[in-house]
């Protein structure tokens, strides 16, 4: 079981910086690979970035790619994932949730937190 809570959204203006964490509780963290995704006011939940178990492969949405940046830190007690999102854009404002996974493929994401908000004004 792995418990996950989001922290660090907010409002910032466009072209500004904010940095999303993602706490996980579990001594297996290091076994899961790590998703941002994010859901806008009347839109379906989107992906927007995963990380491997080991940190060693990155993933981005199109969309955010070169402006957010995915990491995380499997040590024993800092099991956490954070999303350095630059260059913040109106469209990025939604709901941010961190997710974990055993195996992407063919069994999707496992375990969700309860989801940050992110407001970008232009």
């Known amino acids: 079981q792995v418990q996950l809570v989001e922290s660090g959204g907010g409002l910032v203006q466009a072209g500004g910086s904010l940095r999303l964490s993602c706490a996980a509780s579990?001594?297996?963290?290091?076994?899961?690979?790590m998703g941002w995704f994010r859901q806008a006011p009347g839109k379906e939940r989107e992906f927007v970035a995963a990380?491997?178990?080991?940190?060693?492969?990155?993933?981005?949405a199109d969309s955010v790619k070169g402006r957010f940046t995915i990491s995380r830190d499997n040590a024993k007690n800092e099991n956490a994932v954070n999303l350095q999102m630059n260059s913040l854009k109106p469209e990025d404002t939604a709901v941010y949730y961190c997710?974990?996974?055993?195996?992407?493929?063919?069994?999707?994401?496992?375990?969700w937190g309860q989801g940050t908000q992110v407001t970008v004004s232009s």
């Open positions: 579990g001594r297996t963290f290091s076994t899961y690979t």
């Open positions: 997710a974990a996974a055993r195996r992407v493929v063919p069994n999707g994401y496992d375990y």
């Open positions: 990380i491997s178990g080991s940190g060693g492969n990155t993933y981005y």
